[in-house]
């Protein structure tokens, strides 16, 4: 879709360029949301495409994916053999609802900046521990949580001026066993449920509900817990208003697949301990 009030594109190669940045303006990444609907209050792109940003590092500290990375890029990644997590990078980049085109120029960073609940990179980036590198205008930098960064639907921790430049996922969380679980209404539609289990080396068994809520919800235990354990956590901690409601699946079904599919979970990683 055009957007005809854009007077303006800035194409920064540094970060010393990335500003000022003000009211009417707009990051553009892969520009999928962007472009997908009128933007009558924006004036001003700053285009992203030109920023040397690495897409992905791999050190001894874990994997840090930029925000611009494309999710085809983070795709075709091959991981070392010693992130058994890793797996689930094909699996999120496989719950996307969306054409080839899209495939290869959504962004990492964008589908987190978006918070929708079935973004399928905060399923991913939530589970294995994420946090967020978030630059602001100043020259400062500060870390959040993904879990904490998502706050619910089109709300993030960013405040304004400020850019994600990328997310940092650790080494002890790519090399932890892990369970996957994904609903929807139809056979390629949008996740209504999605749930993420990993189990540690030492035992430590965590749980990352998305897709059925708001936002992220996540939850460990230091060790894999019993079947009621992990049920009164799950009445305690989401309560009713917390599940999404939308056409893509009401409030009770996915409330009753979120505990279906943790139970599931638990007794798979179970199996491990």
Known sequence: MDINTINAVSRPQSRAELWPFQEGDAWLGGGTW??????????????????????????????????????????????PVAWPAARLIGKCCRSFLAS???????????????????????????ALEGVCTIWSSDGSARKVPVVDFVKGPLSNDLRPGEILRGINLPWEALSRRTAFRRASLTPLGRSGVLLIGTLSAKGGFVLTVT?????????????????????RRLENDIPDALYYDDIHGLPDWRQHMTHLFAEEIRKELGEWT
């Open 34 to 79: 962007l472009f997908s609907e009128p933007q009558p209050k924006l004036q001003r792109l700053v285009d992203l495409s030109l920023l040397d940003w690495q897409p992905l590092t791999t050190t001894d500290a874990g994997l840090s994916i930029s925000a611009n990375c494309k999710v085809a890029t983070l795709d075709a990644f091959e991981p």
């Open 211 to 231: 897709a059925s809520t708001r936002r992220p919800v996540q939850f460990a235990f230091p060790h894999c817990p019993s079947a009621r354990e992990l049920e």
């Open 100 to 126: 080839f085109k899209i495939w290869n120029m959504a962004t990492v960073g964008g589908n987190l900046c978006m918070s929708l609940p079935a973004g399928p990179m905060i399923s991913l980036t939530a």
